[in-house]
T-cell receptor, first 112, second 114 residues
Framework: KQEVTQIPAALSVPEGENLVLNCSFTDSAIYNLQWFRQDPGKGLTSLLLIQSSQREQTSGRLNASLDKSSGRSTLYIAASQPGDSATYLC???????????FGSGTRLQVQP | DAGVIQSPRHEVTEMGQEVTLRCKPISGHNSLFWYRQTMMRGLELLIYFNNNVPIDDSGMPEDRFSAKMPNASFSTLKIQPSEPRDSAVYFCASQRGQGRDEQFFGPGTRLTVL
């Protein structure tokens, strides 16, 4: 059964900093990995989907990497802004299933 | 595209009552997922459908929960009878293709059972 772990659980940084969020997963036989953003009391917004054949995926100030062999993914946020404050969730397909297994998230606070 | 649509957005009910949550997936998506989010357990899959057929319902907590997908544009999740421990946010998500595509989530239904 897939297990997804995210560290740190919470992060507070001043505006403008570059930061890295970490995600690890136990079953490396995944075909993709997805990063989401969740604002308080809101739904999940898909940020990036990385296929197993890719090593990186970029969208604006966000860059996600995937290393299947080590069971790790990172989400890099460049030049952070207060509007980036949210919880970031990493999700990988469950072993042998199409359902996603989610990490517990990293709660990010960007101070103005 | 309007995205995944869920209704109601909020539901407050009393223990023992029947609750029905509704979902309209993105047009053209052939997979639909129901997830539940709680503080204690995070996000967990309840059930998913492919081409309107339930494929995996191993996450459905007990017989009080049932889900249907009568057509490609509509699904329901029913809880009967509801209990206070069912209080959570219920998300519906849809996906196109055979699993290598993004899952898109609806805004969720926040359920409170008193």
């Amino acid at each position: 059964k897939q297990e997804v772990t995210q560290i740190p659980a919470a992060l507070s940084v001043p505006e403008g900093e570059n930061l890295v969020l970490n995600c690890s997963f136990t079953d490396s036989a995944i075909y993709n990995l997805q990063w989401f953003r969740q604002d308080p009391g809101k739904g999940l917004t898909s940020l990036l989907l990385i296929q197993s054949s890719q090593r990186e995926q970029t969208s604006g100030r966000l860059n996600a990497s995937l290393d299947k062999s080590s069971g790790r993914s990172t989400l890099y946020i460049a030049a952070s802004q207060p509007g980036d404050s949210a919880t970031y969730l990493c999700a990988a397909p469950d072993t042998g299933r199409r359902a996603l297994t989610f990490g517990s998230g990293t709660r990010l606070q960007v101070q103005p | 595209d309007a995205g995944v649509i869920q209704s109601p957005r909020h539901e407050v009910t009393e223990m023992g009552q029947e609750v029905t949550l509704r979902c309209k997936p993105i047009s053209g998506h052939n997979s639909l997922f129901w997830y539940r989010q709680t503080m204690m357990r995070g996000l967990e899959l309840l059930i998913y459908f492919n081409n309107n057929v339930p494929i995996d319902d191993s996450g459905m907590p007990e017989d009080r929960f049932s889900a249907k997908m009568p057509n490609a544009s509509f699904s329901t999740l029913k809880i009967q009878p509801s209990e206070p421990r069912d209080s959570a946010v219920y998300f519906c998500a849809s996906q196109r293709g055979q699993g290598r595509d993004e899952q898109f989530f609806g805004p969720g239904t926040r359920l409170t059972v008193l």
